[in-house]
């Protein structure tokens, strides 16, 4: 009794620490909002308003914010950060969709920011390892593509000589020695008929199990910057921390 209250108790306080932490988020992200309209051409808020949604995992509000931020900010160091943010950003958003156009555009992002983060610090290692999960992660999504459109192709040829096969058949002649009220009807001839193509399997399933280990495999520690705002910007709430959620 005494270990089924214990553990009644807990569910519920983190259920109420959850409800929490989800209020002081929306508090904050309202407040962010607010004080980005107000102050558009001041990265900092866009910056850490897309913090706010990238914990909400609410990553193409991220996306949009983050790159708010890049447009307005023009310091290579925190734009090393921001270009960091928007490779994990990208690459969270290929992780949300099914469909494998989006998922390719997706990667191809993530390749592209992990590049600028390089290319501004040769040194970042977390970036630099994003960079091959990524690479390797859109490797073998176009290979299955690849693969899956060759099968799918096979299969359209394979019906479509069957159906011609089908079609130049000569019907069988009927036994001369027997009176056709004696016949009996003969079951169809299935041979070679064209069998249904089979549905290909959705690109994500085919290679769920085979990624997983890449997509669990990525350091994806958000950068956060310390609040460095101009004087009309103090009543700005203080930056929220930060998930390290890969």
Known sequence: MKIKCL??????SFTNFLRGEASTLAIAKASHQKYCEQHPDVWQGHYNLANIHYKEEAFGEAQISYEQALEKCTRPQEQENIFYNLGNTYYRQFQQTQDAKQQIASLEKSIKFFESTLAL????????????????????????????NQEQAQDNSNNTSNDSNANNESPSQEPENKAPEKQQQQPPNRTNESAPPQAPMPQQEKS???????????????????????????????DPKVLHDW
Request: with cysteine; hydrophobic share 30%.
């Open 7 to 12: 553990l009644l108790f807990t569910c519920y």
């Open 121 to 148: 610090n040769a040194e970042a290692e977390d970036a630099r390892h994003n960079l091959e999960i990524a690479k390797k992660a859109l490797e073998k999504l176009k290979k299955d593509q690849e693969q899956q």
């Open 208 to 238: 769920q199990q085979e990624m997983e280990t890449l997509l669990n495999s990525t350091k994806g520690d958000e950068k956060v910057l310390p609040m460095n705002f101009s004087n009309d910007s103090q009543n700005l709430p203080e």
